[in-house]
């Protein structure tokens, strides 16, 4: 969809005359003397407090609901600001929310080889499903309309980069505190119907790691999650930060804050191993190839040269210390690889029983991938009734909203990838590299719900820096006319 100026603009500086930068500041003397102190709160507030306030939400117990609540006051302020400028494959970006939507009317419905459902569980389940979809499509739009000085593009990378740096100190937390864990304060707040129900349940019993039987020999793993709810959206979404955060602090910055932006890139490989999640691994190889034939593309070989030299250097320190025989101990033990081939091929079942509306959300799978008996035993501890798209974005909406959820949230990201493909500056490459991620960690992790906030935040930062690229463009074509016009005209004059 093309993208569309807000009816009523609001008030803001003048059109950049030619020549000058789009983004610099107006150099206008200040009006009626000193600036007057005032305790309204800036434009851009529920943007930086999903962001800075983010462990207090987790704390709080609100992880799934922050979204919902925030993207109160951002849809008011789209409101007034009139029409609304959307991404690039908002139209495939709908469809999907309408899928979410109609695929409640399926909830009743039996899939192959499941449970059949009961309770109120999958209703309240299926609303928060759609409320936090919703949330976070006015969030994408909601960043993608705040112009440059009510948010810079540079000061949102630095919003990520600081969430990168309290991911990397919760996992510490969680790597050398696993045990540590409380009720959360909205625990004694909510009704008892909605606090009892499993997902309401294990949100307000706040976990700082989860403790896993994953290496071969060993009772038990400890696995850091804060400030997450899972060890799985710790792992995915430290990729995602970390990538906006070397570009904050490294790429763009300069001085202590670039040797700060090393320091913190080093202290984040500890938490990183010690997470025994191969999915983090894989997806920072990706990161690194990805970079490095971008960069290659470019012909800057000098920067090819460093990222190699310092992949290189990071591997080695790794694998030369202990964190190295516990990365090779858990490349050689997939111990959720049946359960998830199990899960998936599952999903897959169920979306071809249902290809269009899917099932509405996730269904208890009839036994496990070791026993078709029901519920845990002594001598089989991963028997039990595993839950059909808890394994992956993808198997997700295979089952919740069909073949036709699953093709429109692939397409939608595919779609922005392609669109933005000739962005070559730090913020371009690396939000790309996010879409990328994206795309690959649907086939191992659930991405709501702030997973996919990152990604829909990055694809309105794309946007916005594709508009800002073209302006700077518009700017210099009007300054080559202006300078090269006058002297043109004897010329034709003379002819």
């Not at 006051?73 to 690039?88: D, E, I, K, N, T």
């Not at 569980?121 to 299926?126: A, D, H, L, M």
């Not at 997939?334 to 897959?348: E, K, P």
């Not at 028997?383 to 959820?405: A, F, H, K, Y």
Request: glycine letters at 10%.
């Amino acid at each position: 969809m093309t993208t569309a100026a807000p009816l009523r603009p609001t008030p803001g500086p003048e059109p950049a005359r030619a020549g000058r930068h789009p983004a610099d500041p107006l150099q206008s003397p200040p009006v009626g003397g000193a600036r007057r102190w005032s305790m309204r709160l800036p434009v851009a507030w529920p943007v930086t407090a999903l962001f800075v306030l983010y462990p207090l939400w987790w704390a709080l117990g609100l992880p799934s609901f922050i979204f919902a609540i925030l993207a109160v006051p951002m849809g008011f302020q789209l409101y007034r600001r009139g029409a609304v400028r959307v991404p690039p494959g908002f139209g495939i970006w709908l469809i999907l929310l309408a899928w979410v939507v109609l695929s409640g009317l399926m909830l009743d419905i039996t899939a192959p080889n499941t449970l059949t459902p009961n309770g109120s569980g999958r209703y309240i389940g299926w609303g928060i499903r759609v409320m936090n979809y919703t949330a976070l499509t006015v969030t994408m739009l909601y960043v993608l309309n705040l112009s440059e000085r009510e948010l810079p593009r540079k000061r949102l990378v630095r919003l990520f980069g600081m969430m990168a740096v309290i991911t990397v100190i919760g996992g510490y937390v969680g790597a050398l505190f696993p045990q540590f864990k409380f009720v959360a304060p909205l625990n004694y707040i909510l009704p008892a119907a909605i606090a009892k129900e499993p997902f309401v349940n294990r949100l307000m019993h706040v976990e700082v790691a989860q403790v896993q039987e994953v290496l071969a020999g060993e009772a038990s793993s400890p696995r850091p999650a804060a400030p997450f709810e899972y060890t799985n959206t710790w792992g995915e979404n430290m990729a995602i930060l970390l990538i906006w955060f070397i570009v904050g602090w490294v790429v763009l910055g300069r001085g202590p804050r670039r040797l700060t932006g090393y320091l913190v890139v080093a202290a984040a490989i500890f938490p990183i191993v010690y997470s025994l999640n191969r999915g983090l691994w894989i997806g920072l190889v990706v990161g690194a190839v990805y970079v490095a034939v971008r960069m290659a593309l470019r012909g800057r070989i000098v920067v090819l040269v460093g990222l190699a030299l310092a992949t290189g250097l990071i591997g080695v320190a790794v694998l030369a210390s202990p964190l190295g025989a516990l990365l090779n101990e858990r490349m050689a033990n997939g111990h959720s690889d049946d359960i998830r081939s199990t899960l998936s091929n599952g999903a897959m079942e169920a979306a071809n029983h249902s290809p269009v509306l899917g099932y509405g959300g996730n269904r208890a799978l009839i036994g496990s991938n070791r026993s078709i008996a029901i519920g845990k035993s002594a001598d089989c501890k991963q028997c039990g009734n595993r839950e059909l798209g808890s394994n992956g974005q993808l198997w997700n909406l295979l089952t919740g909203q069909g073949w036709v959820g699953a093709f429109c949230y692939s397409a939608f990201f595919l779609w922005c990838l392609w669109r933005f493909r000739h962005d070559h500056t730090p913020i371009g490459i690396a939000g790309s590299l996010v879409l990328i991620l994206m795309l690959f960690f649907q086939f191992l992790y659930g991405s709501l719900n702030t997973t996919l906030a990152y990604g829909l935040i990055s694809v309105a930062l794309l946007a916005r820096n594709d508009l800002h690229l073209r302006a700077q463009r518009r700017e210099t074509r009007l300054a080559a006319l202006e300078t090269t016009g006058p002297r043109a005209w004897p010329e034709r004059r003379s002819h």
